[in-house]
Nanobody, 118 residues
Framework: QVQLVESGGGVVQPGSSLKLTCAAS????MGWFRQPPGKEREFVGA????????YLPDSVKGRFTLSRDNTKNTVHLEMNNLKPEDTAVYYC???????????????WGQGTQVTVSS
């Protein structure tokens, strides 16, 4: 059974950076979602299986970057200039299709909390 395990969440001050890591037990297109308190889950970014392309929504473009290390089956979400509105549970997701991933990924991690507060 494929597993996705997130790590790297925590409490940081506004303007800080944080790097989340997702370790997968297989090779997939991978991405991240987040769910702020009291709100719907939203797409944060995706990266192709080879890592040659990334997709990020305008809400995080320029502050968040995605990368992956296929030797370790890990994907990283690097978040810079964090704002209080970035506070959310961040979920890793995976799918064999990069097209499906932003809307209906097949696999989910358990989530990791990111809190941005002064």
């Amino acid at each position: 059974q494929v597993q996705l395990v997130e790590s790297g969440g925590g409490v940081v001050q506004p303007g800080s950076s944080l790097k989340l890591t997702c370790a997968a037990s297989g090779r997939y297109a991978m991405g991240w979602f987040r769910q702020p308190p009291g709100k719907e889950r939203e797409f944060v970014g995706a990266i192709t299986l080879t890592g040659d392309k990334t997709y990020l929504p305008d809400s995080v473009k320029g502050r968040f970057t995605l990368s992956r290390d296929n030797t370790k089956n890990t994907v990283h979400l690097e978040m810079n200039n964090l704002k209080p509105e970035d506070t959310a549970v961040y979920y890793c997701a995976a799918d064999r299709s990069i097209v499906k991933l932003p809307t209906a990924p097949a696999l989910w991690g358990q989530g990791t909390q990111v809190t941005v507060s002064s």
